[in-house]
T-cell receptor, first 113, second 117 residues
Framework: GDSVTQMEGPVTLSEEAFLTINCTYT??????LFWYVQYPGEGLQLLLK???ADDKGSNKGFEATYRKETTSFHLEKGSVQVSDSAVYFC????????????WGAGTKLIIKP | GAGVSQSPSNKVTEKGKDVELRCDPI?????LYWYRQSLGQGLEFLIY????????KSGLPSDRFSAERTGGSVSTLTIQRTQQEDSAVYLC???????????????FGNGTRLTVT
């Protein structure tokens, strides 16, 4: 079945470091891919998305490129800030699964000043 | 309001009691999801309503859990005979899933924090 695999956390970085959170997927058909973020004490919110191969989603300095050949959607940011500390979830959705979302386990990111 | 609304925001109940959690999705959203999130854990899928299709109940952990969605809008998640392991944050999300909007993101409510004592 469809699945999403994320790198395990927590990931701890210093401020201004480069960030990569890996996400790979297995899916039937042509999924749309999403990154959601959950800041401490808040609900989940969409960070970025990509709906077809080679699309790049971007928001708040974060980027992720839909790579069909490697079935990946890695999240990157060039210079992280303390305020980026949160839990990041990768997810996919396909019409094959009646638009149900398939979630990764989440990766906790801790940025130290 | 324009967002997904959940009530109550917090619920403390005694073991063995029944609880009802409510979700008001964004108007017009055809898809509604319930998830559970235990402390420090990821999202656990519970149930999914999509339009007039039969709900996907595959994530409900036991027959003590049930949910309904009336008139394609408001949804209620009911937990009967609550147990301590039911303590978690219950999240509701809605999405527009129709035609060109099939890739629309989920909009989450702030959740109901359930504590079973």
């Amino acid at each position: 079945g469809d699945s999403v695999t994320q790198m395990e956390g927590p990931v701890t970085l210093s401020e201004e470091a480069f960030l990569t959170i890996n996400c790979t997927y297995t899916a039937t058909g042509y999924p749309s891919l999403f990154w959601y973020v959950q800041y401490p004490g808040e609900g989940l919110q969409l960070l970025l998305k990509a709906t077809k191969a080679d699309d790049k989603g971007s928001n708040k300095g974060f980027e992720a490129t839909y790579r069909k050949e490697t079935t990946s959607f890695h999240l990157e940011k060039g210079s992280v800030q303390v305020s980026d500390s949160a839990v990041y979830f990768c997810a996919l959705r396909t019409s094959h699964s009646n638009y149900q979302l398939i979630w990764g386990a989440g990766t906790k990111l801790i940025i130290k000043p | 309001g324009a967002g997904v609304s959940q009530s109550p925001s917090n619920k403390v109940t005694e073991k063995g009691k029944d609880v009802e959690l409510r979700c008001d999705p964004i108007s017009g959203h055809t898809a509604l999801y319930w998830y559970r999130q235990s402390l420090g854990q990821g999202l656990e899928f519970l149930i999914y309503f999509q339009g007039n299709s039969a709900p996907d109940k595959s994530g409900l952990p036991s027959d003590r859990f049930s949910a309904e969605r009336t008139g394609g809008s408001v949804s209620t998640l009911t937990i009967q005979r609550t147990q301590q392991e039911d303590s978690a944050v219950y999240l509701c999300a809605s999405s527009l899933v129709r035609g060109q909007f099939s890739n629309s993101p989920l909009h989450f409510g702030n959740g109901t924090r359930l504590t079973v004592t």
